[in-house]
């Protein structure tokens, strides 16, 4: 087992405990230390909050899970909880709340943290729940990466010069590859019961049976994507459900998020930069909607989500699950596009040594993508260790993401990861692949 996995010893748990919170919280302090204060406590989006209520909120849930529920601790600042409580705030509302300034918000979450590292190092690791092979330190990285994956979301919405650089990612996608893959019908196991960090709505392992199908190799590229449009995409009542094109029609959406047509070419601005958009790269900043429509253009449609599961981890020779599209082994730099070390996804085709069994590409990093599926509790689900995390999301309202993004720390993605939003979000790091049954003369 990997270095998150249940072999581990306490010791071995601890530091991989403490180097994911510390990791973290490098990424945090780099995504708050880019901008002056003016940036940090305005806000870019009504979608997205300032930057500064998450930079407490992070704080905020440290202290009350670890501080508090580990560790037995009495509140630091029990007044703020109210107001860095995502659930009672929404965030076109946050700007008018007594929010902490910047430079109290990091003394905050500096004086947290190292009381929480004082707890790890004195916490039994085995036992309650909370607690059992540091789940909570865990819980509480992972929580953290999201919200720095938000941040990122708002760097990208901001406006004015750019305040982040990284390198392009390596171009590794070699010669030409099948534009699909096919998937052979039967069962596999879905979900997990033994990833000690999975979250709730990861959990329980549970056998699904699936027909065969075909799935693209890579992830749909901006120069596809602009065939469509060319080809009247969003002029063609016909491709799209009902409520994607009343939704398209209300809002005069004719692009991806971001894009513009100028000198007989597609720009796109990308952190604070402008540039021709990339045809060899993964379409970014699309809905459902959008990514739906696409599919049905090509004649194609959008996979399940167990379709997109059992492409990423199912390995035909064994038959088990595996815990990455590769293997079990944690992700390297090797395997796919995490952890901001690049601020665009890698073209189409990269990272060979991250492919799955049946040779799919890019099925971690680079861009989250949309399947046809609603979010929905797995059969045995039980809520850990608190509602908001999924349950009051289930139901048709929100679709189902697979597979992280440049923007995802390898913390908070897995094979078994769910992500999920509203069928209308644009300004996430969002992409698609497609799919397609398969018939009984292709599989004979």
């Not at 092979?133 to 406006?159: C, K, N, P, S, V």
């Not at 690049?342 to 040594?353: K, M, N």
Request: glycine share 8%.
């Amino acid at each position: 087992m990997t270095a998150s996995g249940p072999a581990l010893d306490p010791e071995a748990l601890r530091q991989r405990a403490e180097t994911v919170l510390r990791t973290a919280r490098d990424r945090t302090h780099t995504l708050t230390s880019c901008v002056d204060e003016n940036d940090l406590t305005a806000q870019h989006s009504p979608l997205m909050s300032p930057l500064v209520w998450d930079l407490a909120h992070i704080g905020n849930q440290e202290e009350q899970w670890l501080l508090r529920a580990v560790g037995g601790q009495d509140a630091l600042r029990p007044e703020i909880d109210s107001v860095y409580d995502a659930f009672e705030h929404p965030r076109a509302k946050r700007p008018t709340l007594p929010l902490l300034a910047p430079a109290e918000a990091r003394g905050y979450v500096a004086d947290v943290r190292n009381r929480v590292l004082d707890i790890l190092e004195r916490t039994e690791l085995r036992g309650a729940p909370l607690v059992d092979a540091a789940f909570a330190f865990g819980m509480i990285a992972q929580h953290e990466q999201q919200h720095d994956e938000t941040m990122l979301i708002t760097h990208q919405l901001r406006r004015g010069p750019a305040a982040l650089t990284a390198p392009p990612p390596p171009d590794t996608s070699g010669g030409a590859l099948p534009d699909e893959v096919l998937v052979p019908g039967g069962p596999f196991t879905m979900g997990t019961s033994s990833e000690p960090w999975a979250l709730d709505n990861e959990r329980p392992a549970h056998h699904r049976l699936v027909p065969p199908f075909f799935i693209d190799t890579t992830p749909v590229t901006n120069g596809a994507y602009a065939h469509f449009i060319a080809d009247g995409g969003y002029t063609e009542r016909r491709w799209w459900t009902a409520e994607g094109w009343a939704h398209i029609q209300e809002h005069g959406l004719s692009a991806p998020l971001f894009w513009r047509r100028e000198g007989g070419q597609w720009l796109r601005r990308s952190f604070g930069v402008t540039e021709p958009v990339p045809p060899e790269e993964p379409v970014l900043h699309v809905s459902w909607y959008e990514a739906d429509a696409y599919a049905r253009w090509a004649g194609r449609r959008l996979p399940t989500e167990e379709e997109w599961e059992k492409a990423a981890r199912h390995d035909p020779e064994s038959g088990r699950s595996r815990r990455y599209p590769w293997g079990d082994a944690d992700p390297t730099p090797d395997h796919a596009n995490l952890g901001q070390r690049h601020l665009r996804p890698a073209p189409a085709g990269s990272y060979p040594q991250g492919a799955s069994a049946l040779g799919v590409r890019q099925l971690i990093g680079d861009v989250w993508e949309w399947t046809s599926s609603d979010f929905l509790p797995y059969p045995g689900f039980t809520v850990f260790p608190y509602p908001e995390y999924s349950q009051v999301f289930f139901g048709p309202a929100y679709k189902v993401l697979r597979g992280g993004s440049f923007a995802v720390d390898a913390v908070a993605c897995r094979g078994t990861f769910r992500n999920w939003d509203l069928p209308i979000r644009r300004q996430i790091f969002s992409g698609f692949r497609t799919a397609r049954d398969a018939s009984p003369a292709e599989v004979s």
